[in-house]
């Protein structure tokens, strides 16, 4: 006994040890749980949306309490009462017997613990549906009938979908409870096989039948629904269109009110059941069923769709169609679309843009997808600055002038801090630095932008504004700011020399209110919890007037304050009353509009500018532009207005998050300046008019008017996207005045690879607040012109025999430039169609950043290639084009070659060291390249071009023929030329 008496006790300990462990466990995992909660709280309170969040919390508890209560109390109900009624003395076989002496000693829990594991499932399920339940109790009509039941389309966007939930939640509540059941019967005699016969006692007969009735009852309630999906549904007896067909109006929705009714009898049949104890009856009527669903619910759709309709679906579906067609334009906010027939002229005529001046001086050559590394290399400042890859385009009062502007926000790099660390990545490099802002139509003689806006401090056009960046796009994941007034300051505000590191920087400390305060020690642990950073809490840089900055991008700070918001991709900045802001709009969307088109919203948007995501899942076919916000760069502030408060999806969600929103009328008059019509809603508009903008059946049907958007010709590889829509200043034809317009163009459909790039529309939306904001025009072109697309022009702009030699030149073969080629605009200007497309020119390694060197335009079959837009506009209409543009006055100082890049990054001499300087260089601006080679119109340079173009002629015929010697040959010449061309031109 004494060898053998420590084993309880050390088995006992280490019970009690793992006992320990488990609770310690748990109370580490709830609070982490809590300190989650707990920030979100604090977050959610400082930015002055709590009740965002406590509605959401509220309302997923109480769904979860519904879901784990549905389930878990039926099955609970199903096994107690087969237990509670199974034969006291039946005789079980012995297999049986064994299994209840196995499941006996556990019983009792799992009577218990399974129906609330199930129910644990089903509660988390039905937890994620909360914003189903709130709308649907805060649902707002319509006022618009559908055309096939005549009901307010609420039903099918609020109601239809709860119902739909309800049945599937309660149908899987019943199959459960059933199949526990029947298990239960089984396991204890109330269900016994053998001898090829199964006996079921009386009660298990009725539970059974019972519960049988109840899963049929609710499936004949589903399929009596269905009948009104089928006007939301694109899979359908025919997948033409989005809504009921003609198959579906005449076999499918009375099929279903068929089944329904046979449903609901079966359903009778089974309680007969449940009385008079006769199968037979229920069996029966279950094999109808199954006969029924077949021929009624598959076979006879089919027949018609396939011997009626598909003969004469031009005819039969005309009705159905049309139903489609006006219910699109409607959800899409295109019904009251102004089609204008345009006869776009070909031919150039001295004088064509004098009427189109205004829209002529505002055309913009400052691409804002290409310039980003130029404004980083002329206003970067530190490393630890950057600018988003690509750039936005606003305008501006400039002197009682709209001006188009490109501007970006100079914000904070911590990966190229010098010493990165805690201490340098959380307090003391915590922001970025004020905007940089260039005119959209103006460039700087040797080819840079000409900034409105720039520097450290700020000066320029736009203002004294606050000009700390606390908020932005690229902000760190999180930082700590504010300090006593007595301390001294520690985040670097901005550098006020031209050393690298902070020695000589300005400091400055955060006065705003942008974050949850540290101001106890309690605070700091839950903080260091949710950031995994034990020095929160042991930092002498946090004290009480700390506050933590995080979730700063301003797309995520606007999608937690309106979780029911579809937002823009793209957020934009600008200085509104001294402050930046930046501007998000938002979108209240559904699936579930009767007999309007789904479509998927981020494949129907994807260009070049927003890439296609490999699995698209949210699936639209009503959209609106219901939510303008703004998000204050330095406070963090957050500020929802309703900009369409007459549309029922918003205000079904202000109900349901009452307060949080603010009325258009709040707007001041500055934010209304730089609202924009939003990008993403227009190419959703735009990819729907490609087939939309037909409003006869007939021709809808037959897809002979089907359109595309052109690809981008500026993209390269084989896979291009669609081309992006741009902002313009102009005066659309039909209209009265410019107005800061975002359009886009069409071309014929193909179900080939490549389309025909001719001209079939162009259309605008008008992006200035006011009366005609959102206003859309669709100039429609002959469908017997033969006006040429983008990807036309562009090969013109490639293949021209005089253009392709210059552009060669800019960047000659083994030479160490490269031709960027901007965005090519499409204008309607002069009765016809203006291309334009600035033409850049960078280094090919070493510091590269783009500058403009050329300017491409055309109209028709015509295109030139000059230094600037306002000397390739009258060359293009033969000397006079009748109105000056942007760049009227500039003359270009270093050529055509001269590049961004390591030769000449300086705005000193044009010698191949860098300079810093701002004089200029004998043979060109220190931006560029020290030589020149601007085309001038002397004998040599003209014959130098000419005998570059005969070699290139001549090496393209050799390699052809696989001749290599005179391919080599050829080669020297066009080098030659190369250098005759630069003598000549310096010369």
Same mark, same amino acid.
């Given at each position: 006994? +004494?060898?053998?008496?420590?084993?309880?006790?050390?088995?006992?300990?280490?019970?009690?040890?793992?006992?320990?462990?488990?609770?310690?466990?748990?109370?580490?995992?709830?609070?982490?749980? /809590?300190?989650?909660?707990?920030?979100?709280?604090?977050?959610?309170?400082? $930015?002055?949306?709590?009740?965002?969040?406590?509605?959401?919390?509220?309302?997923?508890?109480?769904?979860?309490v519904?879901? /784990?209560?549905?389930?878990?109390?039926?099955?609970?109900?199903?096994?107690? $009462?087969?237990?509670?009624?199974?034969p006291?003395?039946?005789?079980?076989?012995?297999?049986?017997?064994?299994?209840?002496q196995?499941?006996?000693?556990?019983?009792?829990?799992?009577?218990?613990?399974?129906?609330?594991?199930?129910?644990?499932?089903?509660?988390?399920?039905?937890?994620?549906?909360?914003?189903?339940?709130?709308?649907?109790?805060?649902?707002?009509? /319509?006022?618009?009938?559908?055309?096939?039941?005549?009901?307010?389309?609420?039903?099918?966007?609020?109601?239809?979908?709860?119902y739909?939930?309800?049945?599937?939640?309660?149908?899987a509540?019943?199959i459960?409870?059933?199949?526990?059941?029947?298990?239960?019967?089984?396991?204890?005699?109330?269900?016994?096989?053998?001898?090829?016969?199964? *006996?079921?006692?009386? #009660?298990?007969?009725?539970?059974?039948?019972?519960?049988?009735?109840?899963?049929?009852?609710?499936?004949?309630?589903?399929?009596?629904?269905?009948?009104?999906?089928?006007? %939301?549904?694109?899979?359908?007896?025919?997948?033409?269109?989005?809504?009921?067909?003609?198959?579906?109006?005449?076999a499918?929705?009375?099929?279903?009110?068929?089944?329904?009714? #046979?449903?609901?009898?079966?359903?009778? !049949?089974?309680?007969?059941?449940?009385?008079? @104890?006769?199968?037979r009856?229920?069996?029966?009527?279950?094999?109808?069923?199954?006969?029924?669903?077949?021929?009624?619910g598959?076979a006879?759709?089919?027949?018609?769709?396939?011997?009626?309709?598909?003969?004469?679906?031009?005819?039969?579906?005309?009705?159905?169609?049309?139903?489609?067609?006006?219910?699109t334009?409607?959800?899409?906010?295109?019904?009251?679309?102004?089609?204008?027939?345009?006869?776009?002229?070909?031919?150039?005529?001295?004088?064509?843009?004098?009427?189109?001046?205004?829209?002529?001086?505002?055309?913009?050559?400052?691409?804002?997808?290409?310039?980003?590394?130029?404004?980083?290399?002329?206003?970067?400042?530190?490393?630890?600055?950057?600018?988003?890859?690509?750039?936005?385009?606003?305008?501006?009062?400039?002197?009682g002038? %709209?001006?188009d502007?490109?501007?970006?926000?100079?914000?904070?790099?911590?990966?190229?801090?010098?010493?990165?660390?805690?201490?340098n990545?959380?307090?003391?490099?915590?922001?970025?630095?004020?905007?940089?802002?260039?005119?959209?139509?103006?460039?700087?003689?040797?080819?840079?932008?000409?900034?409105?806006?720039?520097?450290?401090?700020? *000066?320029?056009?736009?203002?004294?504004?606050?000009? *700390?960046?606390?908020?932005?796009?690229?902000?760190?994941?999180y930082?700590?700011?504010?300090?006593?007034?007595?301390?001294?300051?520690?985040?670097?505000?901005?550098?006020?020399?031209?050393?690298?590191?902070?020695?000589?920087?300005?400091?400055?400390?955060?006065?705003?209110?942008?974050?949850?305060?540290?101001?106890?020690?309690?605070?700091?642990?839950?903080?260091?919890?949710?950031?995994?950073?034990?020095?929160?809490?042991?930092?002498?840089?946090?004290?009480?007037?700390?506050?933590?900055?995080?979730?700063?991008?301003?797309?995520?700070?606007?999608?937690?304050?309106?979780?029911?918001?579809?937002?823009?991709?793209?957020?934009?900045?600008?200085?509104?009353?001294?402050?930046?802001?930046?501007?998000?709009?938002?979108?209240?969307? %559904?699936?579930?509009?009767?007999?309007?088109?789904v479509?998927?919203?981020?494949?129907?948007?994807?260009?070049?500018?927003?890439?296609?995501?490999?699995?698209?899942?949210d699936?639209?076919?009503?959209?609106?532009?219901?939510?303008?916000?703004?998000?204050?760069?330095?406070?963090?502030?957050?500020?929802?207005?309703?900009?369409?408060?007459?549309?029922?999806?918003?205000?079904?969600?202000?109900?349901?998050?009452?307060?949080?929103?603010?009325?258009?009328?709040?707007?001041?008059?500055?934010? !209304?300046?730089?609202?924009?019509?939003?990008?993403?809603?227009?190419?959703?508009q735009?990819?729907?008019?490609? +087939?939309?903008h037909?409003?006869?059946?007939?021709?809808?049907?037959?897809?002979?008017?089907?359109?595309?958007?052109?690809s981008?010709?500026?993209?390269?590889?084989e896979?291009?996207?669609?081309?992006?829509?741009?902002?313009?200043?102009?005066?659309?034809?039909g %209209?009265?005045?410019?107005?800061?317009?975002?359009?886009?163009?069409?071309?014929?459909?193909?179900?080939?690879?490549?389309?025909?790039?001719?001209?079939?529309?162009?259309?605008?939306?008008?992006?200035?607040?006011?009366?005609?904001?959102g206003?859309?025009?669709?100039?429609?072109?002959?469908?017997?012109?033969?006006?040429?697309?983008?990807?036309q022009?562009?090969?013109?702009?490639?293949?021209?025999?005089?253009?392709?030699?210059? !552009?060669?030149?800019?960047?000659? *073969?083994?030479?160490? +430039?490269?031709?960027?080629?901007?965005?090519?605009?499409?204008?309607?200007?002069?009765?016809?169609?203006?291309?334009?497309?600035?033409?850049?020119?960078?280094?090919?390694?070493?510091?590269?950043?783009?500058?403009?060197?050329?300017?491409?335009?055309?109209? @028709?079959d015509?295109?030139?290639?000059?230094?600037?837009?306002?000397?390739?506009?009258?060359k293009? /209409?033969?000397?006079?084009?009748?109105?000056?543009?942007?760049?009227?006055?500039?003359?270009?100082?270093?050529?055509?070659?001269?590049?961004?890049?390591?030769?000449?990054?300086?705005?000193?001499?044009?010698?191949?060291?860098?300079?810093?300087?701002?004089?200029?260089?004998?043979?060109?601006?220190?931006a560029?390249?020290?030589?020149?080679? @601007?085309?001038g119109?002397?004998?040599? !340079?003209?014959?130098?071009?000419?005998?570059?173009?005969?070699?290139?002629?001549?090496?393209?015929?050799?390699?052809?023929?696989?001749? $290599?010697?005179?391919?080599?040959?050829?080669?020297?010449r066009?080098?030659?030329?190369?250098? #005759? #061309?630069?003598?000549?031109?310096?010369?």
């Amino acid at each position: 006994m +004494t060898a053998t008496s420590p084993r309880p006790a050390r088995s006992r300990l280490r019970g009690t040890i793992g006992i320990a462990a488990i609770i310690v466990a748990v109370i580490v995992a709830a609070f982490f749980l /809590f300190a989650s909660l707990y920030t979100d709280f604090l977050w959610y309170d400082q $930015l002055g949306f709590q009740n965002v969040l406590t509605t959401q919390w509220i309302a997923t508890v109480v769904m979860f309490v519904v879901g /784990f209560v549905g389930m878990a109390v039926p099955v609970f109900v199903s096994v107690q $009462l087969a237990f509670r009624v199974r034969p006291v003395y039946a005789k079980l076989s012995a297999q049986l017997d064994r299994y209840q002496q196995v499941v006996e000693p556990l019983r009792r829990l799992a009577m218990f613990g399974v129906p609330a594991v199930l129910g644990l499932f089903m509660g988390v399920s039905t937890a994620m549906r909360w914003q189903t339940v709130l709308e649907y109790l805060n649902r707002t009509p /319509f006022g618009i009938k559908d055309p096939q039941f005549g009901l307010d389309n609420s039903f099918y966007v609020f109601e239809l979908p709860l119902y739909h939930g309800i049945l599937g939640y309660a149908s899987a509540a019943v199959i459960v409870s059933g199949i526990a059941m029947l298990a239960t019967h089984y396991l204890y005699g109330g269900i016994r096989v053998g001898n090829r016969e199964v *006996r079921i006692t009386r #009660a298990a007969r009725v539970q059974i039948a019972v519960t049988a009735a109840v899963f049929l009852l609710l499936q004949a309630v589903s399929i009596y629904l269905d009948q009104f999906s089928t006007l %939301t549904d694109s899979r359908g007896a025919s997948s033409l269109f989005t809504g009921a067909t003609f198959t579906d109006v005449n076999a499918v929705i009375p099929g279903k009110l068929i089944l329904a009714i #046979a449903f609901a009898l079966v359903t009778v !049949l089974c309680i007969v059941t449940a009385v008079v @104890g006769r199968w037979r009856l229920p069996i029966i009527g279950t094999g109808l069923l199954v006969v029924a669903s077949l021929v009624i619910g598959t076979a006879y759709p089919a027949l018609i769709q396939r011997f009626q309709v598909e003969p004469s679906a031009q005819s039969l579906e005309r009705e159905y169609i049309s139903r489609n067609i006006k219910a699109t334009q409607d959800a899409y906010n295109i019904s009251g679309i102004d089609t204008i027939a345009y006869s776009a002229k070909t031919d150039v005529e001295q004088g064509a843009l004098r009427d189109d001046a205004d829209t002529t001086a505002s055309i913009r050559l400052i691409d804002p997808n290409v310039v980003s590394p130029t404004f980083a290399q002329l206003q970067q400042v530190q490393q630890y600055y950057q600018f988003a890859d690509k750039l936005d385009v606003d305008r501006y009062d400039i002197d009682g002038t %709209t001006q188009d502007t490109v501007i970006a926000v100079r914000e904070l790099d911590q990966q190229n801090q010098a010493s990165p660390g805690w201490i340098n990545n959380t307090v003391v490099y915590t922001h970025g630095y004020g905007v940089v802002a260039a005119y959209g139509n103006q460039r700087s003689e040797d080819g840079q932008p000409k900034f409105l806006e720039s520097d450290i401090p700020s *000066r320029g056009q736009l203002g004294d504004y606050e000009p *700390r960046i606390y908020f932005g796009e690229k902000s760190p994941s999180y930082s700590i700011v504010g300090a006593p007034k007595s301390s001294d300051p520690v985040e670097i505000d901005y550098p006020s020399s031209d050393k690298d590191d902070d020695s000589a920087a300005r400091k400055y400390t955060y006065t705003g209110d942008g974050g949850p305060k540290l101001d106890n020690v309690f605070k700091q642990l839950v903080y260091a919890i949710k950031f995994g950073s034990e020095q929160i809490l042991l930092s002498d840089y946090v004290n009480k007037d700390s506050q933590i900055l995080y979730d700063r991008d301003p797309i995520d700070r606007v999608k937690k304050a309106a979780p029911y918001l579809t937002l823009d991709r793209n957020a934009y900045p600008a200085v509104v009353n001294k402050r930046v802001v930046w501007i998000v709009d938002g979108y209240t969307t %559904t699936s579930d509009y009767p007999y309007s088109q789904v479509e998927q919203l981020s494949s129907s948007i994807a260009d070049t500018n927003t890439p296609q995501p490999e699995y698209a899942l949210d699936d639209v076919n009503y959209i609106r532009n219901s939510v303008k916000a703004t998000v204050d760069a330095y406070s963090g502030k957050v500020t929802l207005y309703a900009w369409d408060d007459k549309d029922p999806l918003l205000k079904t969600y202000s109900k349901i998050f009452p307060g949080t929103l603010k009325s258009q009328k709040d707007m001041s008059a500055q934010l !209304l300046q730089h609202v924009r019509y939003p990008e993403d809603l227009f190419k959703m508009q735009r990819s729907i008019l490609e +087939t939309y903008h037909v409003t006869n059946p007939s021709t809808w049907f037959s897809r002979d008017d089907q359109w595309t958007t052109p690809s981008d010709p500026t993209a390269s590889g084989e896979d291009k996207g669609k081309q992006p829509p741009y902002y313009l200043t102009m005066k659309v034809p039909g %209209t009265d005045k410019p107005a800061f317009t975002l359009y886009s163009t069409f071309i014929p459909a193909t179900t080939t690879k490549e389309s025909r790039s001719v001209l079939k529309g162009y259309l605008t939306a008008n992006a200035d607040a006011g009366p005609d904001y959102g206003k859309l025009t669709l100039l429609t072109l002959p469908k017997d012109d033969t006006v040429p697309g983008p990807g036309q022009v562009q090969t013109s702009f490639t293949t021209s025999s005089e253009i392709a030699p210059q !552009l060669n030149l800019l960047q000659p *073969r083994g030479g160490n +430039t490269e031709v960027v080629r901007g965005n090519l605009l499409t204008v309607p200007v002069g009765g016809g169609l203006l291309y334009v497309q600035p033409i850049y020119v960078q280094a090919n390694s070493g510091t590269q950043y783009p500058l403009l060197r050329k300017v491409l335009v055309g109209f @028709g079959d015509r295109v030139e290639f000059e230094d600037t837009l306002d000397q390739a506009l009258d060359k293009l /209409f033969d000397g006079d084009s009748g109105a000056a543009a942007g760049d009227n006055g500039v003359t270009p100082g270093d050529g055509s070659t001269g590049t961004g890049g390591d030769t000449g990054t300086g705005a000193g001499s044009g010698g191949t060291d860098a300079g810093s300087g701002s004089g200029d260089g004998s043979t060109g601006s220190g931006a560029g390249a020290g030589g020149s080679t @601007g085309t001038g119109d002397n004998a040599a !340079l003209k014959k130098a071009l000419s005998d570059y173009q005969t070699a290139l002629s001549d090496r393209t015929k050799a390699y052809a023929a696989n001749d $290599l010697s005179a391919a080599a040959e050829a080669d020297k010449r066009m080098q030659a030329a190369v250098e #005759a #061309a630069i003598a000549a031109s310096g010369s």
